[in-house]
């Protein structure tokens, strides 16, 4: 795969495609796009997903990485195909076993015009020659194995100190779920397997150090039961965690899907936990009930930060600032984000990937109205953002979450 030109998106603001923090290396979303940021094949998803490996190929290569480094792979598409369909078509772009995890979220909008699909990479320098990598195979139903020509799927993966663990729905067998109509069930399931997991990998879920999640759900009431299953997995200290809402989930009855990333180290023969310094100034908002999370932790270099909303300061009752309104509101979250890093001695401009959820009636140009605000915060070049549009968010008044990882 080779290009020419760097590729860019189509925004004005001048924005980096990728960046590194600690031993990591991060690439917003990558899309088909040229180097005016035009979409190379409009509308064809194949056609995209080949594109867009070319251009993620291209980013990771400014920080001395390739493919082979990946760790951690993610895709927001728009297709009528299903996950494993996806996740097939990705693979082929690495040969080597094991496969980088791959996460897929099919999603109502994209962020540009013809755009089908964007890809996000956490990737890490030469982790194949460590000494610890492990890694654990993901079951892949019957009618879904001939995709991969008998290879296993990546299910959980450990380079180093770091893991990643592929986002899933509770998918029990052949496109079936546990409990169709019970998302606080398939919860704690999905919870459980990741547990299942990261102790396979050496680990457990008190060593995560992300969780990102999706729900069908608008209103404090439907989020609520679920927010408490997946928080009932953890003790204090807790992770920093992103649960949004989601519009379309594979397969048929899928009520949310989860997914966790994690560190933990080796050390005298022993798999430890990495201690981690948090901070959460008196500004920040707080959940409406007690949750073992935290707003932003650093360990290793990296400062990994929480969903951030345009919640009310100094309050815990889950009330919006300036509601309903997508620019202001954007404009007072990164507030928050700048809040969250200061006592780390960092600021926006620290940061090295961004993943911004945000209302959307899926045009191109409210993208780009949102993107100049995000440039106006940060007073500086982007760093390497993954747009994602949502017809709805938490509730009607909530417009925006956003999170992101920063060199510490």
Known sequence: ????????????????????????????????????????????????????????????????????????????????????????????????????????????????????????????????????????????????????????????????????????????????VEQPDDPVTQSHWIMEKHGETLAALGASLQDTIKLEGYYFGSTREQWMPLSKARASHYREPGPVATVVPCHRLNPKGAQTKIEVMAMRELRNGYDKYIPREDHWPARVWDWTWATPYRQAIRLRDMIWLGGQVPAQPY???????????????????????????????????????????????????????????????MGGALPPVTFVPKPMLHSPSTTVEIWGVAQG
Request: with cysteine; hydrophobic share 40%; net charge negative.
């Open 1 to 176: 795969m080779k290009s020419s030109l760097v590729w860019n998106l189509p925004i004005d603001h001048t924005h980096h495609l990728s960046g590194s923090a600690g031993a990591m290396t991060f690439v917003g979303g990558a899309g088909d796009f040229d180097s005016a940021g035009r979409i190379r094949n409009p509308g064809e998803f194949d056609q995209q997903i080949e594109g867009a490996m070319t251009n993620l190929a291209e980013a990771l290569a400014t920080e001395s990485c390739t493919l082979e480094d990946v760790v951690r792979l993610k895709a927001h598409f728009t297709a009528e195909r299903d996950d494993w369909e996806v996740i097939a078509a990705l693979a082929r772009f690495f040969p080597s076993d094991p496969m980088p995890v791959i996460s897929t979220m099919p999603e109502a909008f994209q962020p540009f015009a013809e755009q089908t699909i964007q890809i996000q990479a956490i990737a890490q320098r030469g982790w194949r020659d460590l000494a610890d990598v492990r890694a654990i195979a993901r079951p892949v139903p019957e009618q879904r194995k001939a995709l991969f020509r008998g290879r296993e799927v990546t299910a959980g993966l450990r380079a180093g100190e770091f893991i990643a663990v592929a986002n899933r729905a509770a998918e029990v067998a052949e496109g079936s």
């Open 315 to 377: 309050d815990n009752k889950g009330r919006s600032v300036m509601e309903g309104q997508l620019l202001p509101q954007t404009r007072f979250t990164m507030s928050y984000i700048e809040d969250l890093l200061r006592p780390f001695g960092r600021s926006p401009a620290d940061l090295k990937l961004m993943v911004c959820y945000f209302t959307s009636t899926g045009t191109e140009a409210e993208t780009v109205a949102f993107a100049k605000t995000l440039a106006d915060c």
